[in-house]
């Protein structure tokens, strides 16, 4: 026995109502921390003027640099560091726990160092991706993404009337609450539809990211993503002038971006690159290298991949803001504010109706 469609709509009403009281508020949350976030660097920059005003070394100069905050206290328990350019002209690390230290590109100074328990960026990004709670929180984090883009096709199916009322249908009204309340929550539900689809979707991929490459390399029929080859650990010390040498004789038309140190179960060393037409700030492609002999073995040239590929590498930077100029970037930090709008009408819209209801005696 099948449900009726009267019956169904109101189960759906009733779902869509009680996810967006419950989970909607949770979402409304992380879309506000990242539109904060779409202005993180401008923003450290404005707060470090002392960093960002700095002079960017050569190459080789900053080679030396890194070769001195390895061996120095401070460069112990690195897992990774963001290479210096003309927007932030400093060793950036960043260390186990989310935890993030600054060092001179010049010299290898230790110049700042932020800790996520009291940096408001570095706390508003933790909750962002993570919910400050790791890897739970980040699969909490896909759960609640899901649930935002039920809400937006149930809502959109829910709010259809036909065709011919569509645009009749969602005229704004005043009064009386319920009415306003529920028109306001409709108007911006559907006209901003398509962005929040962007947004919420793209962020969606960002919780299961590993799954979703894998998937678009498997439905366009292009083989798994090449991991670097396994190189025992090198105990001698590593020439890191060499490296970055090697590494831009490499790829000369690219910036180098991010440096992965090796691990005590793998001692080659990945650096992120970013060729001429990537989207990618910190480019999706890279090199693999051995320490021990500043050799490259291998790599990614992300512009090469298939279409699989090439999708995968531009959810990132549509969601967070990287491709598409100011214009993109304001249009992305209004959107993440839509949701708290849509959850505080549907509120005031839930509590009107609830109001107007007669009371039995």
């Known amino acids: 026995m099948t449900p009726s469609p009267r019956r169904f709509r109101s189960a759906l009403k009733t779902l869509h109502l009680w996810l967006g009281l419950s989970l909607g508020l949770l979402l409304a949350l992380v879309t506000l921390s990242g539109s904060v976030l779409l202005f993180e660097q401008p923003l450290f920059a404005a707060g470090h003027p002392e960093l960002a005003s700095r002079s960017l070394p050569d190459l080789a100069t900053q080679g030396r640099s890194l070769q001195a905050i390895l061996s120095s206290p401070e460069g112990k328990g690195l897992r990774g560091l963001s290479l210096p350019d003309a927007e932030l002209p400093v060793w950036e690390a960043q260390e186990r726990g989310g935890n993030r230290s600054y060092f001179d590109a010049s010299t290898g100074e230790l110049l700042l160092r932020r800790s996520k328990s009291g940096d408001g960026l570095l706390l508003l990004l933790d909750w962002h991706t993570h919910l400050l709670t790791g890897e739970v929180g980040e699969t909490v984090l896909g759960v609640v993404a899901c649930t935002g883009l039920f809400m937006l096709f149930s809502g959109a199916w829910l709010y259809w009337p036909g065709r011919r009322r569509a645009l009749k249908h969602l005229k704004p009204h005043a009064n009386p609450p319920v009415l306003r309340w529920a028109s306001f929550h409709r108007l911006v539900g559907v006209a901003a539809l398509p962005l929040l689809i962007v947004m919420i979707g ?46 831009q ?23 992120r690159i970013r060729r001429p037409g990537e989207w990618n700030l910190a480019g999706r492609s890279s090199l693999w290298m051995d320490p021990g002999t500043a050799a490259v073995v291998g790599g990614v ?5 298939g279409p699989g590929g090439r999708l995968a590498d531009a959810l990132f930077p549509i969601h967070s803001a990287a491709v598409g100029g100011m214009t993109w970037r304001v249009m992305a930090c209004f959107t993440g504010l839509l949701p708290m709008f849509l959850l505080v009408t549907g509120f005031l819209f839930w509590r009107a109706r ?5 009371r039995l005696p």
């Open 202 to 247: 793209t962020g969606t991929t960002m919780a299961y990211r590993g799954a979703v490459r894998s998937g678009l390399a498997a439905a366009f029929g292009e083989p798994a993503p090449a991991k670097p080859p396994r190189i025992a650990p090198t105990a001698a010390t590593i020439d890191w002038p060499a490296v970055l040498r090697a590494a």
């Open 354 to 358: 609830t109001r107007r209801r007669p």
């Open 301 to 305: 040239d992300a512009t090469k991949l």
């Open 249 to 271: 004789a490499a790829a000369p038309e690219a910036q180098l971006t991010r440096l992965t140190l090796p691990s005590k179960d793998n001692g080659s060393v990945v650096l």
